[in-house]
């Protein structure tokens, strides 16, 4: 009985050392590369892109669901300018915020995207989940970004995917 007491105080203190389990399967992003070297950009306009986003889908009723592996992608699609990216917040399908992968301002050069991976484990938003996309359009911007969701799941020989598409917002009127 003691080899199993201290065996499980073993186990016990070795699962202290693991993350948090809402952070366990988190993307981890490096943007170091575009960070803004002015804030120039804090005087453009502000527009904001709704993107529905699914980590797992309803399967047979409403108490089976299965998880997926969503992927947010944010393209610029200028040839010449700068995209400046403010905000990418995750909200669960009560509209409670679950994560802010982009707190700080980035930019996405011309032609360049960038990517948000939910793990398929990571259920923290549910079958209504999105994300809020906050970036900048100066005068000169031609295109917005394309944002885009693609959601997949495979097991064995079947698979399911599918893809979302962004939707800009109205400004709020005053």
């Given at each position: 009985?003691?080899?199993?007491?201290?065996?499980?105080?073993?186990?016990?203190?070795?699962?202290?050392?693991?993350?948090?389990?809402?952070?366990?399967?988190?993307?981890?992003?490096?943007?170091?590369?575009?960070?803004?070297?002015?804030?120039?950009?804090?005087?453009?306009?502000?527009?904001?892109?709704?993107?529905?986003?699914?980590s797992e889908v309803y399967?047979?009723?409403?108490?089976?669901?299965?998880?997926?592996?969503?992927?947010?992608?944010?393209?610029?699609?200028?040839?010449?300018?700068?995209?400046?990216?403010?905000?990418?917040?995750?909200?669960?399908?009560?509209?409670?915020?679950?994560?802010?992968?982009?707190?700080?301002?980035?930019?996405?050069?011309?032609?360049?995207?960038?990517?948000?991976?939910?793990?398929?484990?990571?259920?923290?938003?549910?079958?209504?989940?999105?994300?809020?996309?906050?970036?900048?359009?100066?005068?000169?911007?031609?295109?917005?970004?394309?944002?885009?969701?693609?959601?997949?799941?495979?097991?064995?020989?079947?698979?399911?995917?599918?893809?979302?598409?962004?939707?800009?917002?109205?400004?709020?009127?005053?």
């Open positions: 009985t003691r080899l199993i007491f201290v065996f499980c105080i073993a186990l016990f203190i070795s699962g202290c050392d693991e993350a948090p389990e809402d952070e366990k399967y988190v993307h981890k992003i490096d943007w170091s590369n575009n960070l803004p070297k002015s804030q120039k950009f804090q005087s453009y306009k502000s527009v904001f892109t709704y993107l529905p986003i699914y399967s047979k009723t409403n108490e089976d669901t299965k998880s997926l592996t969503a992927t947010v992608s944010i393209h610029n699609m200028n040839l010449f300018d700068s995209l400046y990216i403010m905000k990418a917040n995750y909200f669960n399908s009560y509209g409670i915020l679950v994560r802010e992968y982009i707190k700080d301002p980035i930019f996405l050069r011309p032609m360049e995207t960038t990517d948000i991976v939910i793990y398929e484990m990571d259920v923290t938003g549910g079958p209504g989940a999105n994300f809020l996309i906050e970036w900048k359009k100066t005068d000169s911007l031609f295109n917005p970004p394309l944002v885009e969701g693609v959601m997949i799941s495979t097991q064995g020989q079947q698979g399911i995917s599918f893809t979302t598409r962004g939707v800009n917002l109205n400004p709020p009127s005053n």
